[in-house]
């Protein structure tokens, strides 16, 4: 069964500051890996989506990477705004028919302005 | 924003009773997908939809069904519903499977059981 881990839970920085949230799974059998945004009482919206074949994909600030043989995954964010402030998750698809996305608890990020 | 709405957004109702969850989409996408979210627990899949009255258990599918009579809408039923199935409920749209595929969600709906 896969399992998604983001460490640590939570997080506060100062604005302006580069940093990097991380997710790691088990199950290296993946379609993609997405990174997902949500906001406090709202539903989640995607930032970044990144097949299996492919290593790292890139949305303005934001620059995700893919290790799947160690089954990592990284979301860097430059130059941190207070608007980044959010808890972010990161899912993965699992190879094969019908396979469903598994996701991670999540990272509450707090920019400090 | 994916043209989901969710209705009603927040809910309180008592144990026993019975509650549906209506999402609807405006996409005209083929997958639909409920979740539920709790503390400590992250996302959790209920059951999800691949076509009209096609639909398949999730993680978590125990005392809930599912119906999907039009392609625009899915509907969540709590057969009776448990202080154990309070929770945020969320509906996902996808137009496809694999590898290129995005779930777009609805804004949720606060579910209370008393």
């Known amino acids: 069964k896969q399992e998604v881990t983001q460490i640590p839970a939570a997080l506060s920085v100062p604005e302006g500051e580069n940093l990097v949230l991380n997710c790691s799974f088990t199950?290296?059998?993946?379609?993609?890996l997405q990174w997902f945004r949500q906001d406090p009482g709202k539903g989640l919206t995607s930032l970044l989506l990144i097949q299996s074949s492919q290593r790292e994909q890139t949305s303005g600030r934001l620059n995700a990477s893919l290790d799947k043989s160690s089954g990592r995954s990284t979301l860097y964010i430059a130059a941190s705004q207070p608007g980044d402030s959010a808890t972010y998750l990161c899912?993965?698809?699992?190879?094969?028919?019908?396979?469903?996305?598994?996701f991670g608890k999540g990272i509450t990020l707090s920019v400090r302005p | 924003d994916a043209g989901i709405t969710q209705s009603p957004r927040h809910k309180v109702t008592e144990t026993g009773t019975p509650v549906t969850l209506r999402c609807h989409q405006t996409e005209n996408h083929r997958y639909m997908y409920w979740y539920r979210q709790d503390p400590g627990h992250g996302l959790r899949l209920i059951h999800y939809s691949y076509g009209v009255k096609d639909t398949d258990k999730g993680e978590v599918s125990d005392g809930y069904s599912v119906s999907r009579s039009k392609t625009e809408d899915f509907l969540l039923t709590l057969e009776s519903a448990t202080s154990s199935q309070t929770s945020v409920y969320f509906c996902?749209?996808?137009?496809?499977?694999?590898?290129?595929?995005?779930?777009?969600f609805g804004p949720g709906t606060r579910l209370l059981v008393l």
């Open positions: 199950d290296s059998a993946i379609y993609n």
């Open positions: 996902a749209i996808s137009e496809s499977l694999g590898a290129l595929e995005t779930q777009y």
């Open positions: 899912a993965v698809r699992g190879a094969g028919a019908n396979s469903k996305l598994t």
